[in-house]
């Protein structure tokens, strides 16, 4: 699903050469969100990411997946019981190793540019964008050397459900915990 107003700053957000989200959503058969008929009422979610917020409603999303977590208000996620959660974070509990490896290949396969080989990719961008991924995968292909020049995000999740499942965390506090106990064992992940 998709929001014009969404694919809109998406795409003004962009690097040139990637490929624009209009096309993704053409090739996907994306179907359109329908802007809310009632407005959906915020407090805390930064007005410019309030339409977002208000598109993942109507889509009846559970997740917000975004680099820019700490823009949705903790109250109105808890409200409407949607995360909004950093895509590292979020990859980290929806892909396996071997899918993640799979991938690396695959883009490094199919690249003009370096970097091509699956730890240079993993070492040089992965660690940069998608911090807990890389983490997570630290020694999949090796002894991986991060890039150390990026700070990580100060927030990677915001909300009272859990990252993997969506079931209610026991404390609610989706900023600190991120698994259920059901997902983690029993033990309380925390972001």
Known sequence: MFS???EAEAERHQK???????????????????DPDEPVELEDTDPKDQPVLAAAVEAGAHFVVT???????????????????????FL?????????????EAVGASRGREPRDPLSIHEQEISVHLPSLFETHRDLFGS???DTTHEPP???????????????LIDGRGSVVVLCPA??????HRA
């Open 144 to 146: 991986a050397v991060p």
């Open 67 to 89: 680099g820019n977590v700490k823009d949705f208000g903790e109250q109105d996620l808890a409200r409407l019981g949607i995360v909004a959660v950093h895509p590292g974070l």
């Open 16 to 34: 040139l050469g990637h490929v624009p989200v209009s096309v993704l959503r053409q090739r996907y058969d994306w179907r359109f969100v329908a």
């Open 183 to 188: 997902c983690s064992g029993g033990a309380i």
């Open 154 to 168: 100060a927030v990677e999740v915001r909300g009272n459900r859990c990252v993997r499942c969506f079931g209610a």
């Open 4 to 6: 014009p107003w969404v």
């Open 92 to 104: 980290t509990h929806h892909i396996t190793a071997e899918t993640y490896r799979e991938v690396l």
